[in-house]
């Protein structure tokens, strides 16, 4: 996501340009222009280097005065499961998947908390999607998300549909 000063700007860029043929124009959002922004907020923070969870929270379009301008949609069909040489039970597993997902977003799973907590903040992940291992944990989790690996680094579909999603530079390296 685009820190919110980017759309400040823009909103300046296109008030003062788009004033010079309608002075009316500076007083609207982005000079009268219809902007349409996408994304997901759980999945795409804004990048501020070095910054803090509150620094970065703070740079998020939800945090600038334009936010009360804008009109949210959501989108309510998993495209994704529309298409695809899914099985049956495949297709039923990836929507459980998808709901799975949605429901965590939005706080409607059951939480748990810790002796020590004041606030319940522990969800629990269904055993389907946790790597299990004794041993060495990253080894495990390449093997998961990369089985046959040596057989396969050359093919590029076998490479675009695998990741290992990582919060900070800090934990891939």
């Known amino acids: ?3 919110k000063r980017c759309f400040e700007a823009l909103d300046r860029t296109l008030r003062d340009l788009l004033s010079k043929q309608a002075p009316s124009n500076s007083i609207v959002p982005f000079g009268g222009k219809v902007i349409v922004l996408g994304g997901d907020f759980r999945q795409i923070l804004p ?5 803090s969870r509150a620094s970065i929270v703070d740079a998020s379009i939800t945090n600038s005065p334009l936010w009360c301008h804008v009109i949210l949609l959501r989108l309510t069909m998993n495209m994704r499961l529309l298409h695809g040489d899914f099985a049956e ?3 039923l597993d990836l929507q459980d998947f998808a709901d799975w997902v949605l429901d965590l977003g939005d706080g409607r799973l059951p939480v748990t908390k810790k002796i020590d907590e ?5 969800v629990d992940i ?10 060495d944990k990253i080894k495990a989790t390449i093997d998961e998300v990369f089985p046959h690996f040596t057989n396969h680094y050359r093919d590029h ?3 675009a ?3 290992v999603v990582c919060p900070n530079n800090s934990t891939v390296d």
């Open 47 to 51: 990048v501020v280097r070095k910054g």
């Open 161 to 163: 549909c695998r990741a």
């Open 118 to 122: 004041s606030e319940p903040t522990w």
């Open 89 to 91: 039970q495949g297709h």
């Open 1 to 3: 996501m685009t820190h």
């Open 157 to 159: 579909c076998y490479l």
């Open 126 to 135: 269904p055993n389907d999607l946790l790597i299990k291992t004794s041993g």
